[in-house]
């Protein structure tokens, strides 16, 4: 199944509905159970295999840092699960969205929504708005730093960002 983590493939998972990729869920309760011994063997050697993940993600985001204007709140060779990229409008977030579909790039959109208007947890927030938390949510679009990246997706996602309107 990890075929379809491959940014060239993402779109066939991504296109099954049932699948819920992108959504946020908040479980009322969370079962605790034994591991298996399949899972639990799955996890032999994680810590190498995380380390170099890690090293993988760094090296990406250092990539594209040097090829896009972004500004990094932790600097370009933090190992981020998806590089954060905030543009100017909404409409620019759609626009890019849609062409990496298109050329199956795997650019995701984050935030749906500000957090105080999650149906789960709204009443927390007693109607308050967050006008900041809004435009994240607007325009924030994420990079995969993963190591299936080829150099080529690499490539075509800096080009499609290139001339990115940064908020």
């Avoid at 034994?34 to 090293?55: D, E, H, P």
Wanted: charged letters at 25%; hydrophobic letters at 40%.
């Amino acid at each position: 199944m990890t075929i379809f983590i491959r940014p060239r493939l993402y779109w066939i998972p991504a296109a099954l509905p049932f699948l819920r990729l992108g959504d946020t869920v908040f479980p009322k309760e969370i079962p605790l159970k034994r591991m298996s011994g399949t899972k639990a063997g799955l996890l032999r050697s994680w810590r190498s295999r995380l380390t170099r993940s890690n090293q993988v993600r760094s090296e990406t985001a250092t990539y594209f840092s040097q090829r896009l204007p972004l500004r990094l709140a932790h600097g370009p060779s933090h190992p981020y699960l998806r590089l954060p990229i905030l543009v100017a409008t909404p409409n620019e977030r759609e626009r890019l969205y849609s062409r990496s579909q298109e050329c199956g790039l795997g650019l995701s959109l984050a935030y749906p929504t500000p957090i105080n208007e999650i149906p789960e947890i709204r009443v927390a927030f007693n109607g308050k708005r967050f006008p900041s938390a809004r435009r994240v949510a607007e325009s924030l679009l994420t990079i995969p730093t993963h190591h299936w990246l080829s150099e080529k997706d690499k490539r075509a996602i800096a080009e499609l960002c290139r001339d990115l309107p940064v908020a």
